[in-house]
């Protein structure tokens, strides 16, 4: 097949872009082919999940039992250490949002595990306050969610939710304070109900702590109809672990 035949419009636009601004690793930094997701020493690094997590909660000690969890399953693809830390920082700062490209082969098949792909209504992200949204520029939620959804093809609205202000910093509280601490942060966007109601949501963000964030989040939608909330996040981590940023 001639090169011209292999590329489609996004693989083109990657080439054109790669020629002014070289595509770079979203872990280390280092400069790879416009083609190339990450480089080959940080794809040997990255702590793909192999342990068993609960199809429910998306944990690997289940907390079924102990909580109330409004979403339907939640899945993950890696554990937040390591490279991954590094991407997901770099991603939060706007340096590589090439990152979800690096699992495009995985996204497909770990929803697979908890619910049928086709099934999927409509894909969406937790929501960012307004004002971090000034300062970051972007959600790294957003970003996400937009890459899951091109890459199951179907439709995505980062407008579903909306936070409705700030939490503290989260990473020294407990699952329980966690839970105390989002209640009533979010809020469905009443232009959008429409398109929560009676409808199966997958609800995207970087980092899986305890789930409070996106217990909250699934809520809200299920509050406002949907008929169902499925999670997805990049990377799993636990409470013991104190590098975790998020909830
Ligand atoms: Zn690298
Ligand atoms: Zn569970």
């Known amino acids: 097949m001639s090169f011209q035949k292999k590329l489609n419009f996004d693989d083109l636009k990657k080439y054109i872009i790669d020629i002014f601004f070289p595509n770079r690793c979203p872990f280390c930094g280092k400069v790879v082919k416009w083609n190339e997701s990450c480089c080959e020493k940080c794809f040997d690094e990255i702590p793909f999940i192999k342990t068993k997590h609960c199809k429910k909660c998306g944990q690997e000690i289940c907390i079924c039992n102990d909580t109330e969890i409004f979403y339907d399953g939640c899945v993950s693809i890696v554990d937040y250490r390591g490279v ?4 997901i920082i770099n991603l939060k700062l706007d340096k590589a949002v090439n ?84 209640k009533g942060l979010f809020s469905a966007e009443e232009k ?18 305890t789930g409070s964030t996106l ?29 975790s940023e998020n909830v």
């Not at 991954?84 to 991407?87: A, D, L, N």
């Not at 398109?195 to 970087?206: A, N």
């Open 84 to 87: 991954i830390r590094e991407g």
């Open 192 to 209: 959008h109900i429409g398109e929560i109601d009676g409808k199966i949501v997958l609800l995207c963000d970087d980092i899986i702590t």
């Open 99 to 182: 990152l979800v490209d690096v699992f495009k082969d995985d996204i497909y098949k770990k929803l697979s595990d908890i619910i049928d792909v086709e099934k999927i209504n409509i894909v969406t992200a937790v929501p960012m306050h307004k004002s971090t949204k000034r300062i970051r520029e972007y959600n790294q939620a957003d970003v996400i969610a937009e890459k899951v959804s091109k890459t199951i093809n179907k439709p995505f609205n980062s407008k579903l939710l909306i936070k409705l202000s700030n939490d503290v910093a989260q990473h020294k509280l407990t699952r329980l304070e966690r839970s105390k601490a989002v």
């Open 215 to 243: 217990n909250e989040c699934a809520k809200i939608l299920k509050y406002n109809g949907a008929e169902s909330v499925y999670c997805f996040t990049i990377a799993s981590t636990s409470l013991c672990d104190d590098k």
